[in-house]
């Protein structure tokens, strides 16, 4: 028998459909913890055959995308509701509801009114979907991002944006890890958190691994205000704590984070995930200044880097590109790529190890491939190494 709340729930989302007030269903946060599906995204779509409801079915490798009359919908959505997931989110013009299921199926409705959204595409191929959603998000809200009416404030669009594409470059890498009952996280230098919430928001309410996360910051003020933002967000499993990135460890983190470390700060966070043999570790660094002291232009190229401006890419682009093969000789598979448009930031690279198995051969061969970059450019000792011991 249909649980009533779920039908009112359902019988809403198709008088809503008819009128074409219908924005978007989310259904998330799996009741199967182990399960490969993590949401599903509905939403109109106009097609030669009419108007539909596209379903993107979001696993943890892969999205597969359905298109569905309102009919046969109305026939799928019970099952997945009452079965397999807990929060169910449908956006209309003018409001939102939420059904929240406990582990006894009991279901809660919760209705807001809302301002009227901006006009929907029913175009085919549209806008990929918000990772973070904006709707009832308290530290959002919280941290300036949105208005009182849950708006993305005009001034806070491109950090939003920083947001969501970080956390879409960090899903497939964090859903490759192994499945255990806690994913123990530490985020060094979280600053104002932005960053910080967002990851814990997505892995707590859209996936099915349980985050234990640390947010590490050497200024109290922002210390006190993150974890007051995250008591009112109802994040039981996410604390902040004071500290400088070289004199704090958390123990046994699977999990590194140094997002905009300024300096060899980076390189100490670096460390500290080695040392701790963390499987994944991930930065975004900045200021790098430590080589630039030290560096010396090749005769062959003194041509090319004779311009400051030059000389400083080129010390920059060393920095990263050495810490990226040290981490390689640690035992840990890289990948470097643009975290976001520079026209949003400068601080753009990001670095990603995950941790695999390295024979000795190939790290004997990387470590002189080290040494032979280094003499190139009159380079004594990159900074991690010296952390390593290397």
């Given at each position: 028998m249909q649980n009533r709340e779920v039908e009112k729930f359902l019988q809403k989302l198709e008088e809503s459909f008819q009128k074409s007030k219908f924005v978007k269903l989310t259904l998330s946060k799996p009741r199967i913890k182990q399960s490969d599906?993590?949401?599903?995204?509905?939403?109109?779509?106009?097609?030669?055959?009419?108007?539909?409801?596209?379903?993107?079915?979001?696993?943890k490798t892969r999205d597969e995308a359905k298109n569905y009359s309102v009919e046969e919908s109305l026939l799928l959505l019970p099952g997945f509701m009452e079965n397999e997931f807990f929060n169910a989110?449908?956006?209309?013009?003018?409001?939102?509801?939420?059904?929240?299921?406990?582990?006894?199926?009991?279901?809660?409705?919760l209705?807001?009114?809302?301002?009227?959204?901006?006009?929907?595409?029913?175009?085919?191929?549209?806008?990929?979907?918000?990772?973070?959603?904006?709707?009832?998000?308290?530290?959002?809200?919280?941290?300036?991002?949105?208005n009182d009416k849950w708006q993305i404030r005009h001034e806070m669009k491109d950090k939003y944006l920083q947001i969501n594409r970080y956390i879409e470059l960090l899903e497939p890498e964090l859903l490759r890890l192994e499945s255990k009952d806690e994913l123990k996280i530490a985020d060094m230098g979280s600053g104002k958190g932005?960053?910080?919430?967002?990851?814990?928001?997505?892995?707590?309410?859209?996936?099915?691994?349980?985050?234990?996360?640390?947010?590490?910051?050497?200024?109290?003020?922002?210390?006190?205000?993150?974890?007051?933002?995250?008591?009112?967000?109802?994040?039981?499993?996410?604390?902040?704590?004071k500290g400088a990135i070289e004199d704090t460890d958390i123990p046994d983190a699977d999990v590194l984070i140094a997002l905009h470390a300024?300096?060899?700060?980076?390189?100490?966070?670096?460390?500290?995930?080695?040392?701790?043999?963390a499987s994944l570790i991930v930065c975004a660094p900045c200021c790098q200044k430590q080589v630039r002291k030290e560096m010396e232009v090749p005769e062959n190229l003194s041509g090319i880097l004779k311009h400051g401006i030059l000389q400083e890419r080129q010390a920059?682009?060393?920095?990263?590109?050495?810490?990226?093969?040290i981490m390689e000789a640690s035992g840990y598979k890289t990948r470097v790529f643009e975290f976001i448009s520079t026209g949003h930031t400068p601080k753009n690279v990001m670095i990603v190890g995950?941790?695999?198995?390295?024979?000795?051969?190939?790290?004997?061969?990387?470590?002189?491939?080290?040494r032979?970059?280094?003499?190139?450019?009159?380079?004594?000792?990159?900074?991690?190494?010296?952390?390593?011991g290397l």
């Open positions: 599906l993590k949401n599903i995204i509905i939403s109109p779509v106009k097609l030669k055959a009419g108007l539909m409801m596209h379903f993107v079915f979001r696993y989110d449908m956006y209309l013009e003018g409001e939102n509801h939420r059904l929240l299921f406990n582990r006894k199926n009991e279901a809660k409705a209705v807001q009114k809302v301002d009227t959204p901006a006009p929907l595409s029913l175009a085919h191929n549209r806008i990929k979907e918000r990772v973070i959603e904006t709707y009832g998000n308290i530290w959002l809200r919280e941290l300036g991002v949105l932005y960053l910080t919430f967002a990851l814990y928001d997505f892995l707590k309410e859209k996936t099915p691994l349980k985050p234990l996360m640390y947010g590490v910051e050497f200024r109290q003020d922002l210390v006190d205000k993150c974890n007051d933002i995250a008591k009112s967000a109802g994040f039981d499993d996410l604390h902040f704590l300024c300096d060899t700060a980076t390189d100490d966070a670096i460390a500290k995930g080695i040392q701790s043999g920059e682009l060393l920095t990263d590109g050495l810490r990226a093969m995950r941790k695999t198995d390295s024979d000795a051969a190939g790290r004997k061969e990387l470590l002189e491939k080290i032979n970059i280094k003499q190139l450019f009159g380079i004594r000792q990159h900074y991690l190494e010296q952390l390593l």
